[in-house]
């Protein structure tokens, strides 16, 4: 049971100290003699064949260096998704089973789909927090539920709330690496005014500093530091220094690459030597039916990517090296894992230069993309190379992130290097394990009995199996015999060397017809024997599939899968879903100035209705600029500003177009009322129409215009509403963040209709 009893004074207490015992002072708890240090790396958005260390074209040499000391483990799987994966991998459950069967912003009422992880779920961080470790958790944090991501708590499933001591990172599922919102434990944290700042290279300074914090504040204290860096997830962006030694490299296209990737793979003993490379997965392009300015655009954006992957390896190699330098340094283990799923095809067929319009189903063209081609990789876009380089880098299986069906949505590569421990440096481990095993292999080695009863509340059991026999002795027993997998409809079953795999939908495709599980084609496949799922068995052998298909509705009964929904992008509009709302039925928000990084789910739901702004403010003598009220940003949003002294208005239709509507004479001095009125065109339910804009100062109308078209579905990613500034990234490039109102603002109310 955690916590352990209060302490109380075991010896005889009489009148007076001095016929008293000696007194006793509770000490602090104390890890497992011996316990290790322990550095947990979770990369986004990566597949089995991207980095060199399992003969991917993007150089890797801290995984070279940490796979040349330690294990590689080459039949590792996540959940194809990167919450469910990260629920998975904190807790020790599946996915399901801790509510977590889809990301956050896509969840429904369902016991399976809340994404919030429930208390009979406790996560690591915490056991480990209750047995002497000290916690920290730098980067992404996708497992706090979107509507408690604000200021107003609550913050029991913030990082902290979940065993972390430390927490510095972002709230969110991706975030912009040139202007991020993060927080420090619940703090927003401000905005660097370092020209070169990026995110990446953030996270391994804070990972850096706290490690030496806490090692010399108590240096007989393991650590626990868990880093989900955000890379390779998009936006794909990076320093043009990183980009430059990969041009010219992807040249041959993706066809040629996927060959080349198996043919490497082979040499380093990553895939069997009789692994056979799948087909291009249906709908995919091939290479050459390409013509020329296709394939320089695409081509430049896997350049783009490539850099994006080296960067984030440099800079978990920091991480790993100052670890090294601290004393007893050979007892750590360091678990690297390449991906929280497969690449990403969600940048659609021809690429994207703002996956905000996927996830409001608009496909984009290269032949709008390609007028940026120069501009990839910087702080303009938030771009994401075409799908069939995501399947490429899932070489040698098919499919992608999302078909959690297929290996290219579930096998990642997993490093393991534990200096003082693991004597076959060097090897290749192939036993079956998944997300859910790494919490028991770290209990056991740890010397740490999970807990039944966690902050008074009784726990689950935990789902996955140690494999920490696998460390030492490279041919200790398969644990892990059996593993359901489900994604967005994507299923699929694994028992004793068979694969049952029912694919859904193509990723690529964010609008998805009527999901019916009855008339879902099934695969089956020996991955004994057939490494990459290369050849269907179903044919021939229809009772082997009959049974893998009854165990994983059996399997789905006992997690929570159930029911099934296939739905994507129709389910991230909160507002259609259901979805809790901290201000419950208010319909008029009241905002003061100091207001800024409110989370996207706590900010008014504006999208599909009317609404106003009324900005009461003050004009110093001789004008003032700066934004009064801001939200979204780069990819989405709408900001009310002032610029020139004149009031603006501008709405950012995912970074297409962006209306701007503005007064023609400067603001008068003194207190004034500035409003806008934006009347949508649509009726109930209809959803993405225009809107008329009207701008008032003092009751005067000084401007009118009109939208043509407004956001859909989801406004941002990742950023929320600002008053009397712009955190995070701009809504348009008139400004320079963080573009502080230099007058006064005494509040802002957004009313809906």
């Not at 108590?218 to 320093?239: D, I, K, M, N, W």
């Not at 690297?336 to 095809?345: E, L, Q």
């Not at 008032?696 to 939208?707: D, M, P, S, T, W």
Request: aromatic share 10%; proline share 7%; charged share 20%.
């Amino acid at each position: 049971m955690l916590p352990r009893p209060d302490f109380h004074f075991p010896g005889n207490v009489g009148r007076t100290i001095e016929d008293s015992d000696a007194p006793q002072f509770p000490q602090p708890v104390q890890a497992p003699q011996g316990a290790p240090n322990v550095v947990l790396i979770l990369l986004d958005d990566a597949g089995y064949g991207q980095f060199s260390t399992f003969g991917g074209g993007i150089t890797s040499p801290t995984m070279d260096a940490l796979a040349a000391e330690g294990l590689r483990y080459t039949r590792f799987h996540t959940t194809a998704l990167c919450s469910p994966t990260r629920a998975a991998l904190i807790t020790g459950r599946n996915h399901h089973s801790a509510g977590t069967g889809v990301i956050g912003e896509a969840a429904t009422g369902y016991d399976g789909y809340t994404s919030i992880i429930p208390k009979s779920a406790g996560t690591i961080g915490e056991v480990l927090r209750q047995n002497g470790y000290m916690t920290a958790w730098i980067g992404k944090n996708h497992n706090t539920p979107a509507w408690e991501g604000s200021a107003a708590g609550p913050f029991d499933r913030w990082a902290n709330g979940l065993g972390f001591d430390y927490f510095y990172g972002f709230n969110a599922g991706d975030m912009n690496h040139w202007n991020p919102v993060l927080y420090e434990n619940r703090n927003l944290v401000p905005a660097s005014d370092d020209p070169d700042y990026y995110m990446t290279t953030d996270f391994a300074d804070k990972a850096i500093a706290w490690t030496r914090k806490v090692k010399t504040i108590a240096p007989e204290r393991p650590f626990f530091l868990y880093v989900a860096p955000g890379a390779t997830h998009s936006p794909h962006q990076v320093p043009a220094e990183w980009i430059k030694p990969f041009e010219g490299k992807f040249s041959e296209g993706w066809d040629a690459y996927r060959e080349h990737t198996l043919a490497r793979q082979k040499e380093l003993g990553v895939v069997p030597e009789n692994t056979d490379l799948t087909v291009r997965s249906k709908g995919l392009p091939a290479w050459d039916t390409l013509n020329d300015d296709q394939k320089r655009l695409y081509a430049r954006m896997m350049e783009v990517f490539a850099g994006y992957g080296a960067n984030v390896d440099h800079e978990m190699g920091r991480i790993i090296e100052a670890v090294k330098a601290l004393p007893g340094a050979d007892n750590t283990i360091f678990i690297y894992i390449a991906g929280d799923n497969g690449s990403s095809a969600e940048g659609g067929l021809e690429g994207s230069t703002n996956e905000n319009l996927f996830f409001n189903g608009f496909p984009e063209t290269w032949q709008e993309n390609i007028k940026v081609i120069d501009e990839l990789g910087g702080p303009k876009h938030f771009n994401h190379f075409p799908s069939a380089w995501a399947h490429a880098m899932d070489t040698p299986f098919q499919w992608t992130k999302q078909v959690a069906s297929h290996f290219g949505g579930t096998r990642n590569p997993m490093i393991v290097s534990w200096p003082g421990k693991i004597t076959d440096t060097g090897g290749v481990r192939d036993q079956f394990t998944h997300t859910i095993d790494i919490v028991p292999t770290l209990y056991e080695i740890i010397g740490i009995t999970p807990p039944e009863e966690l902050n008074g509340v009784t726990q689950k059991p935990i789902e996955g199996t140690s494999f920490a026999a696998s460390l030492l002795n490279a041919d200790a027993p398969e644990h892990r015999t059996k593993q359901y997998f489900e994604l967005l409809g994507n299923r699929g079953m694994y028992q004793d060397g068979w694969m049952a795999s029912a694919p859904a939908s193509a990723p690529w495709i964010s609008i998805r017809e009527q999901y019916d599980p009855d008339t879902q084609k099934w695969e089956l496949y020996n991955v004994e024997k057939d490494f990459s799922q290369a050849h269907d068995l179903a044919a021939e052998n229809p009772e082997k599939l009959r049974q893998l298909q009854d165990l994983w509705w059996a399997e789905a009964a006992r997690n929570n899968v159930l029911p099934l929904d296939g739905r994507a992008v129709e389910r991230l509009n909160a507002e259609a879903m259901g979805r809790p709302v901290l201000s419950g039925n208010a319909t008029s928000f009241t905002y003061y100035p100091g207001q800024v990084g409110l989370a996207a789910d706590a900010s008014p739901r504006v999208l599909n209705k009317s609404w106003t702004i009324t900005a009461n403010i003050e004009v110093p003598e001789g004008s003032a600029d700066g934004m009064i009220v801001t939200q979204g940003g780069l990819v989405g949003g709408y900001g009310l500003y002032v610029r020139d002294g004149k009031p603006t208005f501008v709405y950012n239709y995912l970074a297409l177009d962006r209306p701007t509507i503005a007064g023609a004479n400067p603001l008068p001095t003194g207190k004034v009322k500035l409003e806008v009125d934006f009347d949508y065109h649509g009726a109930a339910g209809e959803v993405g129409k225009g809107a008329t804009v009207t701008l008032k100062v003092n009751g005067a109308e000084v401007a009118k215009g009109q939208i043509l078209k407004t956001i859909p579905i989801q406004m941002s990613l990742g950023e929320g509403l600002d008053v009397g500034m712009d955190v995070g990234s701009a809504v348009d490039f008139t400004y320079q963040l963080p573009f502080r109102f230099s007058g006064s603002i005494a509040s802002v109310t957004i009313a809906l209709r």
